[in-house]
């Protein structure tokens, strides 16, 4: 069976600082990989998608930015982090087809300090 | 441009009884419809989807979902409310046309189950 691991689970880090998050996938080959950040418990903003090693599509320009150095692993990155990059964090990945649905990990819940 | 709407913001339902949270959607053509749930500090889980077929969708947990095409709807229902429901709920859309297309997700309703 296909599984999601993200970490870490929290993390609190300084302004100024760099971020990164890891997310990979077993179980699967070729999937589709996305970033989420979701604010104050609500709505779902799509930070990143890649359908492939080494291609990322960004949706929102900010102080972000991903990875995807093998098949099945998604990193998301900040050279210097802001106070407004806090919320939580939530990596997902889905099959190719426009008809399969997402499968999210247990997100990372970011305190800029 | 695609778009999902939750208008409620909250539904309140008392357990045993039935519960709706409603979803409405603006997409050409027909879309893929989803519904997801969220527990605290968890990430979603999916419930159900409309691909193609009978309007209503059978999914996880006794949820089931109605697909309204003129009304541009896919509600989310159960027949019997159980306080471990209470979470939020997320109805999604994606195009139906080929190539990549992207989710987009409603801004959640919490439903909250009053035993």
């Known amino acids: 069976s296909q599984t999601i691991h993200q970490w870490p689970a929290t993390l609190v880090q300084p302004v100024g600082s760099p971020l990164s998050l890891e997310c990979t996938v077993e179980g699967t080959s070729n999937p589709n990989l996305y970033w989420y950040r979701q604010a104050a418990g609500r709505g779902l903003q799509l930070l990143f998608y890649?359908?492939?090693?080494?291609?990322i599509s960004s949706e929102v320009p900010q102080n972000l930015s991903a990875s995807r150095p093998q098949d099945r692993q998604f990193i998301l990155s900040s050279k210097k982090l802001l106070l407004s990059d806090s919320g939580f964090y939530l990596c997902?990945?889905?099959?190719?087809?426009?008809?399969?649905?997402?499968?999210f990990g247990q997100g990372t819940r970011l305190t800029v300090v | 441009a695609q778009s999902v709407a939750q208008p409620e913001d909250q539904v309140n339902v008392a357990e045993g009884n039935p519960l709706t949270v409603k979803c409405t959607y603006s997409v050409s053509g027909n879309p893929y419809l989803f519904w997801y749930v969220q527990y605290p500090n968890r990430g979603l889980q999916f419930l159900l989807k409309?691909?193609?077929?009978?309007?209503l969708v059978k999914g996880s947990y006794g949820f089931e979902a109605e697909f309204n095409k003129s009304q541009t709807s896919f509600h989310l229902k159960k027949p019997s409310a159980l306080v471990s429901d209470s979470a939020l709920y997320f109805c999604a859309v994606r195009p139906r046309s080929g190539g990549y297309q992207k989710v987009t997700f409603g801004t959640g309703t919490k439903l909250q189950v009053i035993p």
């Open positions: 997902a990945w889905s099959s190719r087809g426009g008809n399969t649905e997402a499968f």
């Open positions: 409309y691909i193609t077929g009978d309007n």
């Open positions: 890649s359908v492939g090693i080494g291609q």
